[in-house]
T-cell receptor, first 117, second 116 residues
Framework: AQTVTQSQPEMSVQEAETVTLSCTYD???????LFWYKQPPSRQMILVIR??????QNATENRFSVNFQKAAKSFSLKISDSQLGDTAMYFC??????????????FGKGTHLIIQP | GAVVSQHPSRVICKSGTSVKIECRSL??????MFWYRQFPKQSLMLMAT?????????EQGVEKDKFLINHASLTLSTLTVTSAHPEDSSFYIC????????????FGQGTRLTVV
């Protein structure tokens, strides 16, 4: 079984600053994806960014980027030029896949990110 | 992006009754749907995996007789909480995957269940 650990229950930064959310995971699988999801107060899960484990290049989506260290099993999320709308819960998630399909997601406990004006 | 609609968004039921939650993929066929449970200020926990036309696979510790899952078509999965008790009160979220993109999960809006 795999585990996902987010060690920062809550973080607070000023608007326009850069913030990094940490995530580590433990697995013996070779084929997997890692994700960061955002859950605003509406509780709708929103995909922020996705990383395929076999890709060495770190994924980037506009102001969001990851630092994927496969050997260290680390997958941190960097948010640049943070905005008030970034305030939300952020969950790191793991998904195993094989030729037969993909499993459900294993989520970390989440980090509550607060962007201060 | 693909849309997953979950209904109802909120439901209050009396202890001992059953309640059904629907999860529909509106613009794609979802061979696999997942049901998660989220307690207040906690993470999402996978309850079960639902494949169209077959029995659901439940995670360890999830009572299959209490949480009945049906995935009768490629666009609809239902979760029925039977003989609900106050401890079943929670936020339930479904997600669906397209056959052609197993790495992408689309989430419903969630259902807040309160058992009184």
């Amino acid at each position: 079984a795999q585990t996902v650990t987010q060690s920062q229950p809550e973080m607070s930064v000023q608007e326009a600053e850069t913030v990094t959310l940490s995530c580590t995971y433990d697995t013996s699988e070779n084929n997997y994806y890692l994700f960061w999801y955002k859950q605003p107060p509406s509780r709708q899960m929103i995909l922020v960014i996705r990383q395929e484990a076999y890709k060495q290049q770190n994924a980037t989506e506009n102001r969001f980027s990851v630092n994927f260290q496969k050997a260290a099993k680390s997958f941190s999320l960097k948010i640049s030029d943070s905005q008030l709308g970034d305030t939300a819960m952020y969950f790191c998630a793991f998904m195993r896949y094989s030729g037969g399909g993909a499993d459900g997601l294993t989520f970390g406990k989440g980090t509550h990110l607060i962007i201060q004006p | 992006g693909a849309v997953v609609s979950q209904h109802p968004s909120r439901v209050i039921c009396k202890s001992g009754t059953s309640v059904k939650i629907e999860c529909r993929s509106l613009d794609f066929q979802a061979t696999t749907m997942f049901w998660y449970r989220q307690f207040p200020k906690q993470s999402l926990m996978l309850m079960a995996t639902s494949n169209e036309g077959s029995k659901a696979t439940y995670e360890q510790g999830v009572e299959k007789d209490k949480f009945l899952i049906n995935h009768a078509s490629l666009t609809l999965s239902t979760l029925t909480v039977t003989s609900a008790h106050p401890e079943d009160s929670s936020f339930y979220i479904c997600s669906a995957r397209q056959t052609t993109a197993v790495f992408e999960a689309f989430f419903g809006q969630g259902t807040r269940l309160t058992v009184v």
